[in-house]
């Protein structure tokens, strides 16, 4: 397959903005054929969520709320489906277009949170956009508390069919018939084998 763009812009991975972490601090990465399976919501705790138990320590600190650089680290390290770079260091992902606002606006003291990651593919008709913003909303599902909801939208002006392409990331069946095509499901682990 020839590449659509061949000669992308490339940043350089220690100029990228992220939060350096021990490797005994990684998490363990699931196996490959885990990468695009779905825990039902009982399966794992929040351990983001305020602690329902007093705490006997008054000096503890409250956990550590997930921002923006968070995300942005889970997302970065995605290869590109077309070339053999992550995803931050092309600038398809970049820290300025992701936000995380309350779910529920109304009630700003509710633990539900949306993350809005805008892509930039590097060119404005990249046929592999639809796929690229299939990876990250895959990996931030995995690796977020189920009180997250995930929008992956394509930046405006970006691409030539991006309001589309926003349409079809934001639909969930249409994301889980996507996974469920074994060839793209292939393409999105292979997508996913780089992340930290």
Partial sequence: MDPENANPTILNPSDLPT???SPT???NRPSRSAVLSYPSQSSY???FSPSLEPSSDSDSEAPEEIDEQEIYDLISTISDPEHPITLGSLAVVSLP???ITPTLPHRPTSPLRTVTVLITPTITHC???TVIGLGVRVRLEQS???RFRVDVKIKEGTHS???EVSKQLGDKERVCAALENGTLAGVVGKMLETCQ
Wanted: glycine content about 0%; overall charge negative; proline content about 19%.
């Fill in 127 to 129: 046929s592999l956009a």
């Fill in 144 to 146: 977020l508390p189920p």
């Fill in 25 to 27: 601090s990684q998490p």
């Fill in 161 to 163: 069919t991006a309001e």
């Fill in 45 to 47: 705790s929040d351990p």
């Fill in 97 to 99: 277009d992701i936000s």
């Fill in 19 to 21: 939060r350096h972490r």
